[in-house]
């Protein structure tokens, strides 16, 4: 069989950037909420959020390294594996690179140490503004990469020049017509994927009578950022559909599965097998017109679909449909979740209900999984363009022999594979030890070596002793 080194390429790259994505979309989120529990420590002199915040840092420091570490084989990759790509499009896409490099990489790595090691050595507002300053640095560098990439989707601010992209306006290459909704997703999902991780642990800890009075807080603090983040993240979902229905109608159309040119009284496919090669649905289960309402606002509103294009301009029909079912169907029960801990709270029953314990539980690695389904929906619903309607994918790959391409991918799968297997040895490691002690964090911040917290503390106690008395 002769090997394709254009699909070896795409495969090499949607497995490594798959890699990737898995450990921003926990640590932008865990520094928000890291960040959180400092704040409120500080404010109230509760341990306990204390507590969280110093259990939580270990997992996020080394989520944070695996993702420095697999994110820099991307950028090598453009070179390797798509080089003409990188030279049709560096002009644009070179900078905003660098700009996430110079502006969030330069503030996470100057910050990063302080937060991780400086609690005993700083003050504990210099130590709080660190967190604060690396919290951000997730930020904008979600920030940058969804430009870059969405200026991939919608491209903007440009002229092409020898058939070479040159920037006309930053404002309108930054700003792209996708860009806002997108970000706004991303971070969005990332918030709910890290709230999610830490509810799952705490409830995990709840069934198995374990760190009882961290895990009540923190499980308490998720679900109250559930509820109000997942129907916010649907929301914003909503408005990002009607965005790329207005510049990428054949993705939207692959993503509800639509075939006709142009159709009205869309129904609502809950269930379908899509076919490519008989340009049609098997076995479709849906709601009338509801699909219309959803995406027009309108009833019987029409909606372009897979065959006013011809099929090389068609993506992946099966993946792309069935990615986006996960990523919705994760999203609604994550809805449920959240009323459903709404409901248990006002009966008392939150931290002693086994059902909703165990559910909780079995969601913790959902939000990555909706992430990933997400990112696929988007990407392969671009295809077969790598900037939508300029530049096809297959056009830009690097002319290398497909052997070397398949041995690189094979290094990467067995490499990758390895390391994700001593993530989650040294993550389940750190969650089955736990988090600090009160004795021990007590031990740790009186003393001459943490002036800053000791003060603070020995205020608490010196306030629970007078209470007592």
Not at 200 to 215: I, P, S
Not at 224 to 245: K, M, R
Request: proline share 6%.
């Amino acid at each position: 069989m002769e090997l394709d080194v254009a699909i070896l390429s795409r495969v090499q790259f949607a497995f490594t950037v798959s890699f990737h994505i898995i450990f921003p979309s926990i640590t932008i989120g865990l520094a928000t909420l890291i960040a959180i529990w400092e704040g409120l420590w500080l404010k109230t002199h509760n341990p306990y959020y204390l507590q969280l915040a110093k259990f939580w840092i270990k997992p996020f420091a080394i989520t944070f390294g695996m993702g420095v570490v697999s994110g820099i084989v991307l950028s090598y990759e453009f070179g390797t594996n798509f080089s003409v790509f990188s030279e049709l499009t560096g002009a644009v896409l070179g900078p905003l690179m660098a700009y996430e490099v110079l502006t969030a990489f330069f503030l996470e790595a100057g910050f990063l140490g302080v937060m991780l090691f400086g609690w005993q050595r700083v003050s504990p507002k210099m130590h709080y503004i660190s967190t604060l300053v690396v919290t951000l640095g997730t930020w904008i560098s979600a920030f940058w990469i969804i430009v870059a990439n969405s200026w991939m989707h919608t491209p903007a601010g440009h002229i092409i020049v020898d058939g070479k992209f040159e920037v006309a306006s930053w404002f309108d290459v930054i700003f792209n017509p996708s860009m806002p909704y997108r970000f706004t997703h991303m971070l969005t999902a990332s918030f709910i994927t890290a709230t999610f991780v830490v509810a799952g642990v705490c409830a995990c800890y709840l069934l198995k009578k374990q760190h009882q009075n961290m895990a009540k807080k923190g499980l308490s603090m998720c679900m109250w950022i559930a509820l109000i983040l997942t129907p916010l993240q649907a929301y914003i979902g909503d408005l990002h559909g009607l965005n790329v229905q207005e510049h990428q109608p054949i993705k939207l159309a692959a993503m509800e599965g639509i075939w006709p040119a142009e159709e009205k009284n869309v129904p609502l496919l809950l269930f379908a097998l899509p076919d490519m090669e008989a340009e049609k649905n098997h076995a479709e289960i849906g709601i009338p017109n509801l699909g219309s309402l959803i995406l027009t606002h309108s009833w019987d509103g029409a909606v372009q679909g897979l065959k006013s294009v011809p099929p090389e301009d068609r993506p992946n029909v099966p993946l792309v449909f069935w990615s986006f079912r996960v990523m919705v169907g994760i999203g609604f029960g994550m809805i449920g979740i959240a009323l459903f801990a709404l409901i248990l709270r006002r009966k008392g029953a939150l931290y002693s209900n086994k059902v909703f314990l165990f559910i909780v539980t079995l969601f913790t690695p959902t939000g990555v999984i909706a992430v990933l389904a997400g990112w696929y929906v988007v990407e392969i619903g671009r295809q077969p363009w790598l900037v939508q309607g300029l530049v096809r994918t297959i056009d830009v790959v690097s002319p290398l022999p497909p052997e070397r391409v398949l041995f690189s991918l094979t290094l990467f799968v067995i490499i990758y594979t390895l390391l994700f297997g001593v993530y989650l040895y040294f993550m389940r490691k750190l969650i089955k030890k736990g988090p600090p002690s009160m004795e021990a964090l007590e031990k740790q911040m009186i003393g001459m070596k943490a002036p800053g917290y000791a003060l603070a503390w020995v205020k608490t106690l010196n306030k629970s002793e007078q209470g007592d008395k």
